[in-house]
T-cell receptor, first 116, second 115 residues
Framework: AQKITQTQPGMFVQEKEAVTLDCTYD???????LFWYKQPSSGEMIFLIY??????QNATEGRYSLNFQKARKSANLVISASQLGDSAMYFC?????????????FGTGTRLKVLA | NAGVMQNPRHLVRRRGQEARLRCSPM?????VYWYRQLPEEGLKFMVY????????ESGMPKERFSAEFPKEGPSILRIQQVVRGDSAAYFC?????????????FGPGTRLTVL
């Protein structure tokens, strides 16, 4: 069965430092997609970064990068130079292609707090 | 190009009432997904619809919940006889195609509170 695991319920990081949020996944698909979303206290889901299973290079979007280790089935999010505005919930998600519907499967999230 | 729109943003219902949540996908998008986020949890898939068709409703409770996406107008998620356990944030997402490489674009969500 498809599954996303985020083992860090909460994380703290000092402003301007880098932080890694862990995500492991389980799938029998050869082709899949991995996403990270940010959910601030206002509640909306903000897309951060995408990694395709066949992408050879790790995805990067500004201060966000995805450390994709296919053999270990991990897709960790790295946020560099943390800012106070990065304080939020972060969700890892996988697109489920097994049923042909491409629905997303989400992890339970990591709450990040950036300290001044 | 406006994003995915959901209304109302907040909805309060008493137990036993009906809740109707609306989702207007992005222009040109014909695929709609509904997800539910219970307090302090991640989003869980409920239902996937294309225009006039329910494609996958495997995540939707069998009773009291229904969804539609008519040829004209928004997608509707309907919850009959709401109970306190229905209190959650309901997110709609749309995509231009069901193809795997297309991203889903999320709306701002509707927060349902059942008193």
């Amino acid at each position: 069965a498809q599954k996303i695991t985020q083992t860090q319920p909460g994380m703290f990081v000092q402003e301007k430092e880098a932080v890694t949020l862990d995500c492991t996944y389980d799938t029998s698909d050869q082709s899949y997609g991995l996403f990270w979303y940010k959910q601030p206290s206002s509640g909306e889901m903000i897309f951060l970064i995408y990694q395709g299973s066949y992408d050879e290079q790790n995805a990067t979007e500004g201060r966000y990068s995805l450390n994709f280790q296919k053999a270990r089935k991990s897709a960790n999010l790295v946020i560099s130079a943390s800012q106070l505005g990065d304080s939020a919930m972060y969700f890892c998600a996988m697109r489920d292609g097994t049923s042909g519907t491409y629905k997303y499967i989400f992890g339970t999230g990591t709450r990040l707090k950036v300290l001044a | 190009n406006a994003g995915v729109m959901q209304n109302p943003r907040h909805l309060v219902r008493r137990r036993g009432q009906e809740a109707r949540l609306r989702c207007s996908p992005m222009k040109g998008h014909s695929h709609v997904y509904w997800y539910r986020q219970l307090p302090e949890e991640g989003l869980k898939f409920m239902v996937y619809l294309q225009k006039e068709n329910i494609i996958d409703e495997s995540g939707m409770p069998k009773e009291r919940f229904s969804a539609e996406f008519p040829k004209e107008g928004p997608s509707i998620l309907r919850i009959q006889q709401v109970v306190r356990g229905d209190s959650a944030a309901y997110f709609c997402a749309s995509s231009p195609s069901g193809e795997g490489h297309n991203e889903q674009f999320f709306g701002p969500g509707t927060r349902l509170t059942v008193l």
